[in-house]
């Protein structure tokens, strides 16, 4: 079976361990989302990027086999791979427990496949980006959850391996499809994936995401909540990613995922940073007023 079997599966993997965690904060209402996991919540775009909360990311500990991916939840030879390779050809796929041949279509580079060996199925949050996010803190089989989300699909999404490798772990501060008439779904998709695992945003991904979204129609977007292990409640916030913070510069940068200080920054071949111009200034205090901060 396709999506429907699969979706109830995760759904029920994803509320396994609900009745044991009873007493504990829920993350989407922390997150500000108003809605309890496993509800509906729809918002126009450039209101859930602001809802986004925001905190440096958790950059040590990640390892791929942390999240146990490509598994066949329901038992039918197809693992989530396969899964997605048959739901999303434009025509009938052909092979059962192996895809062979299909119609694929490409939305990050606007290529056609008929074979599925040039696809990858991208998590477009990467598994190391939801580490970074929030996944750290989730037990064995809220990741497991996560790399095999057959419950919304915009989660994983075949695109030419080509592109994915391209993209590899990177946020859209950073790595953006080549398709330009696609920024602003792959935003919103971002965004939506984002919100259905509780996940945060580092004040540079979520300042690229506003900025993409000032050029869109601003669309709503429906999100049904996951069940995960909420972050710690001082780990996020979300404060407009544009208001500076952390210390002067050249005192220890509390929001920046890379370097304590920005001396640590300067060494390793970064900074200056400018205002207006880097989304890492906002990373640290601007103490002679300057606009420009790790400049020395």
């Given at each position: 079976?396709?999506?429907?079997l699969?979706?109830?599966?995760?759904?029920?993997?994803?509320?396994?361990?609900?009745?044991?965690e009873?007493?504990?904060?829920?993350?989407?209402?922390?997150?500000?989302?108003?809605?309890?996991?496993?509800?509906?919540v729809?918002?126009?775009?450039?209101e859930?990027i602001?809802?986004l909360?925001?905190a440096?990311?958790?950059s040590?500990?990640y390892?791929r086999?942390?999240f146990?991916?490509?598994?066949?939840?329901?038992g039918?030879?197809q693992d989530?791979?396969?899964e997605?390779?048959l739901e999303?050809?434009?025509?009938?796929?052909?092979?059962?427990c192996?895809?062979?041949?299909?119609?694929?279509?490409?939305?990050?580079d606007?290529?056609t496949l008929k074979?599925?060996?040039?696809?990858d199925?991208?998590?477009?949050?990467?598994?190391k980006?939801?580490?970074e996010?929030g996944?750290h803190?989730?037990?064995?089989?809220?990741?497991?959850?996560y790399?095999?989300?057959?419950?919304?699909?915009?989660?994983l999404?075949?695109v030419?391996?080509?592109?994915n490798r391209?993209?590899?772990?990177?946020?859209?501060?950073?790595?953006?499809?080549?398709?330009?008439?696609y920024?602003?779904?792959?935003?919103?998709?971002?965004?939506?994936?984002?919100i259905?695992?509780s996940?945060?945003?580092?004040?540079?991904e979520?300042?690229?995401?506003e900025?993409?979204?000032?050029?869109?129609?601003?669309?709503?977007?429906t999100?049904?909540?996951?069940?995960v292990?909420?972050?710690?409640s001082?780990?996020?916030?979300?404060e407009?990613s544009?208001?500076?913070?952390g210390?002067?510069s050249?005192e220890?940068?509390?929001?920046?995922p890379?370097?304590?200080?920005?001396?640590?920054?300067?060494?390793e071949?970064?900074g200056?940073y400018?205002?207006g111009?880097d989304p890492e200034?906002?990373?640290?205090?601007?103490?002679?007023?300057?606009?420009?901060v790790c400049?020395?």
């Amino acid at each position: 079976m396709l999506r429907p079997l699969a979706t109830l599966l995760a759904v029920i993997l994803l509320c396994s361990s609900c009745a044991a965690e009873v007493s504990e904060p829920d993350a989407a209402v922390q997150a500000g989302y108003g809605a309890d996991s496993g509800e509906k919540v729809t918002l126009p775009l450039t209101e859930a990027i602001a809802k986004l909360p925001v905190a440096p990311e958790v950059s040590s500990g990640y390892e791929r086999e942390k999240f146990n991916h490509w598994v066949d939840a329901d038992g039918d030879c197809q693992d989530a791979r396969a899964e997605v390779l048959l739901e999303e050809s434009r025509k009938k796929a052909r092979g059962r427990c192996e895809v062979t041949r299909g119609d694929w279509f490409s939305a990050y580079d606007d290529v056609t496949l008929k074979r599925p060996g040039g696809l990858d199925i991208d998590h477009m949050v990467a598994l190391k980006e939801g580490w970074e996010s929030g996944a750290h803190a989730w037990s064995d089989e809220e990741r497991e959850a996560y790399a095999n989300d057959l419950g919304d699909p915009r989660a994983l999404i075949a695109v030419t391996a080509a592109t994915n490798r391209s993209k590899g772990d990177q946020d859209p501060a950073d790595w953006m499809p080549d398709a330009a008439a696609y920024h602003c779904r792959y935003a919103a998709d971002w965004v939506a994936v984002k919100i259905r695992w509780s996940l945060f945003a580092d004040r540079a991904e979520k300042a690229a995401l506003e900025d993409i979204a000032s050029g869109c129609d601003n669309p709503e977007i429906t999100v049904r909540l996951a069940q995960v292990n909420p972050p710690p409640s001082d780990a996020a916030s979300s404060e407009p990613s544009g208001e500076p913070s952390g210390e002067p510069s050249g005192e220890p940068g509390r929001d920046d995922p890379r370097f304590d200080t920005c001396a640590k920054a300067i060494t390793e071949g970064y900074g200056p940073y400018r205002k207006g111009r880097d989304p890492e200034y906002d990373w640290y205090r601007d103490g002679d007023k300057d606009g420009s901060v790790c400049d020395s």
